[in-house]
């Protein structure tokens, strides 16, 4: 049977112009790896599976039209987090406009969060409230045999004929993830801007074991029974790591997709003993990055795990920090214990290996303090990172700091998704809405100060202004991948090096986008 899958994107997002129309996607590290795991679960069963992107300059009408007109699909799968839902409930509604007898499915967090909307929803026809690999496969079989799907674990699906909706309960989370079929890459890459690919980014693990108040993990870990959080096997990883090298024999370094890396100090070890084995049998070696957990027991552990990471060829870290206020992060953001000075210590021996450290921040948060923002910019100053990444909190509904949001009624009335985590949408007294915008231009411009030249940061701050303006950005964001000519804030990832003195050097600066 065929199913389409369609995944749409934010205008910050999309890179797709005139000249490339179906060129979304940035680079490999932007694809969808939900939609790709239920790709490769109906593959598997057999089905014809092809992806449709749409970005909000998409006409629906004609590019579904056209879609559904030339690949005939009999199932349409949908995936939205709270910000996109609107866009996809009309695409829903477009679907059945053309053609009433494609069957509709939407997955994804806003649907396991908010599982209740389908009832709302008539244009869908069913609703996956788990994780989706087994339960899209058992609901393509039912749609094909033209029966109605019931009994499925994992999902809610509406009954026409009885006007209901069956709200199956969902199954355990499965333990085995090297079950799982490897994804299908190739079947973005026509969506993808940058060529050759020479990056790419695996899923190692699935779930995290903790409860950060901005983020929906917390829920999602009560969806489902069992151990949310998973590893696949270092051995099955490295057999993905082998067919990716077969498929794109230019890839340099992969990007291990993980919430909780360094907190199991064995199995962080041997993973990256692996990959130094894997390494071994390379003529040019891959080179690695990966999510850090800063946790408590990270100074304790982290020259060892370092150690094996050096040998193993990474040569870049990201660490959520996301607020230097201690005092905040702990009693407001609930992040995984640490002092600023562990994590200060942590970026020292990374440096000291020649590992980068790249940084994500957060700013505007409820509540938050300039006193607690400037916290912020001592700690990651501190941290010599190579990189670092900067958000504008935002609210996203179901998660605990919304709620916070809610009851200190600081979220604006109308709230702009289009440049989601770059724009403001909280009104404070505390910290206003023009010093969140100074503070975010000016961020990069304090913290990479005596590390990177003074007008090499100042473009930086033109390049964050221009972030701010939905055309502007755009606008760079065309000239840029084009011209290959950026701001600095994309500094290419190099090994840091050091003078004799122990200080670093700063790399040499690509201005690339
Ligand atoms: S560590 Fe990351 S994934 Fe885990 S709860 Fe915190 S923000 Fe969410």
Known sequence: MNIGLLYSLEEHEQMATAANPKEFLPDPLSIHFGLSFIASALKKAGHNVRFLLVAPHTDLSEELTRFIGEFNPRMIGLTAVATQYPIISQIAEIVKKIDGSIYTVLGGVHAILQPALIEEDIFLDALCAGEGEVAVVSLADAVEKGVQPANIPNLWIRNSATNTIEKNGNDPFDPDLDAFPFIERKMWDPWIASKPITRQHVLIARGCPFKCTYCANHILAE???????????????????????????????????????????????????????????????????????????????????????????????????????????????????????????????????????????????????????????????????????????????????????????????????????????????????????????????????????????????????????????????????????????????????????????????????
């Open 223 to 513: 969806t489902q029974e069992g151990k949310q959080l998973r590893f696949r096997s270092p051995e099955n990883v490295i057999a993905e790591l082998r067919q990716i090298r077969l498929d794109y024999p230019d890839v340099e370094s992969i990007y291990f997709e993980v919430e909780t890396f360094g907190g199991n100090k064995s199995f962080a070890t041997h993973f990256c003993k692996k990959l130094e084995e894997y390494n071994a049998s390379l003529q040019k070696p891959i080179r690695y990055g990966i999510n850090v957990a800063v946790t408590r027991n990270i100074s304790k552990n982290s020259p060892e795990i370092l150690d094996a990471m050096q040998r193993a060829n990474f040569d870049f870290v990201n660490i959520g920090l996301e607020s230097g206020s201690e005092k905040y992060r702990r009693d407001v953001l609930k992040r995984p214990e640490y002092t600023n000075e562990d994590l200060i210590y942590f970026s020292k021996m990374a440096r000291e290996r020649s590992i980068n450290v790249s940084l994500y921040v957060l700013i505007g948060l409820p509540g938050e303090t300039v006193e607690d923002f400037n916290q912020t910019v001592d700690c990651a100053k501190q941290c010599v990172p190579f990189a670092c990444s900067l958000s504008k909190f935002f609210p996203y509904p179901g998660t605990r700091l919304y709620d916070i949001a809610k009851e200190q009624n600081v979220i604006n009335a109308h709230v702009d998704t289009r440049l989601e985590r770059r724009i403001s949408v909280l009104n404070m007294k505390q910290f206003p809405a023009w010093r969140i915008n100074y503070e975010y231009l000016m961020f990069h411009f304090r913290v990479f100060q005596g590390q990177i030249p003074f007008f090499i940061r100042a473009t930086g701050v033109l390049r964050k202004l221009m972030g701010m303006y939905p055309l502007l950005n755009s606008l760079y964001m065309y000239f840029a991948h084009r011209t290959q000519i950026g701001l600095f804030l994309h500094r290419k990832s190099t090994r840091t090096q050091f003078t004799d003195a122990g200080a670093p050097i700063v790399p040499a600066l690509e201005f690339r986008p």
